[in-house]
């Protein structure tokens, strides 16, 4: 059964899942950009992400809010983590009161130490609380438009919304699982971009593989930390959006998170290699948060933090990784 969709963010995410839903139904694809809205219509296809790819006729790109909700029965945000709550706030009169708001992006906001459905949550009305829910998962973008078999975690505290969104989305190459834990599922999702940066700084080092693997293992130690002090379930963390999205997003070549590690550890400037890659890193932005919030709970983040430094210009990637090797020694059992 067709289901009225909404996607909001041209981005190379937002692309691929307007490429995806479009198999039902229509699919409204927003861009803030009229120019690029019109392009993709005129050309079928997306000007500045996954540009090869031809975009279905049913899709419809607009730069209109209000003509790309207008009767949506399922929103996809795949805006940046930093730009959700403005492009909230100038959606929010225009979203019916029964859609399901399902949230993409992944990343905690700076000033607030919030997660992405939290910030949902405040913005709009109470009533939609129970139909807001999250997807993560291991899924680069051109892997998903090019139907290669993707797995991700689709989480709602009403898990009925869950699996009302795992049923839509779910097709022969995409393949949803349902979960109620939004805190776990959406940690993972955001914090894994901090560790990718860590890693990438390892490899571009030359570190090796037993250097990367103790990354990911003790990575996942902190993420799995943080989750559960936000309430988050420690065995959300071994799935899909915890280990799952970790995996990938440190070894995957189309990482853009991996890449700015790797462009760290090789000697190059931040801007220099955010400029470089031209799509958002949001793992930049996550670490710095992420940091903050841990502070604030009282959870101990020793790779998170020393990427910071790195990203803040306190230190060295080298001076890094030699400050983590000599930490005072402790049991892996405390996590």
Not at 227 to 236: I, K, N, P, S
Not at 291 to 306: F, K, Q, S, W, Y
């Amino acid at each position: 059964m067709s289901v009225p969709v909404a996607v909001l963010g041209a981005g190379s995410f937002g692309t691929c899942l307007a490429m995806l839903c479009s198999r039902n139904g229509e699919v409204r694809l927003w861009t803030r950009n009229e120019a690029t809205a019109e392009s993709m219509d005129r050309e079928r296809c997306n000007p500045r992400h996954l540009s090869d790819l031809h975009l279905p006729e049913n899709i419809q790109p607009t730069s209109d809010l209000e003509a790309a909700l207008r009767g949506a029965e399922l929103i996809l945000l795949a805006v940046p983590s930093h730009g959700l709550r403005g492009v909230l706030q100038e959606a929010v009169n225009w979203i019916e009161p029964g859609a399901i708001v399902l949230s993409c992006a992944k990343g905690i906001e700076f000033e607030t130490g919030l997660l992405m459905h939290q910030v949902i949550e405040e913005v709009l009305p109470p009533h939609h609380r129970p139909r807001i829910a999250g997807l993560s998962g291991p899924s680069f973008a051109r892997e998903i438009a090019e139907r290669r078999p993707t797995v991700v975690t689709i989480a709602c505290r009403e898990v009925a919304y869950a699996i009302a969104v795992q049923t839509t989305l779910s097709c022969p190459w995409f393949r949803c699982y349902s979960s109620d834990d939004m805190v776990g599922v959406e940690v993972g999702g955001a914090l894994k971009n901090v560790i990718a940066i860590a890693v990438g700084m390892s490899d571009g080092m030359g570190m090796g593989t037993n250097t990367r693997a103790a990354l990911m293992t003790r990575g996942l130690a902190e993420i799995t930390r943080l989750a559960v002090a936000m309430g988050g379930q420690a065995e959300t963390l071994g799935g899909l959006s915890g280990m799952g999205d970790l995996v990938l997003t440190c070894t995957g070549d189309l990482s853009r998170n991996r890449r700015v590690g790797l462009g760290l550890g090789e000697g190059r400037e931040l801007t220099e290699i955010v400029e470089e890659i031209g799509e958002v890193a949001e793992g930049v932005r996550t670490t710095r948060a992420a940091c903050r919030l841990a502070t604030r709970l009282g959870v101990e983040l020793p790779i998170a933090e020393h990427v910071r430094r790195v990203l803040d210009g306190e230190m060295s990637p080298k001076d890094a990784g030699r400050a983590l090797m000599t930490r005072q020694l402790g049991s892996e059992s405390h996590r």
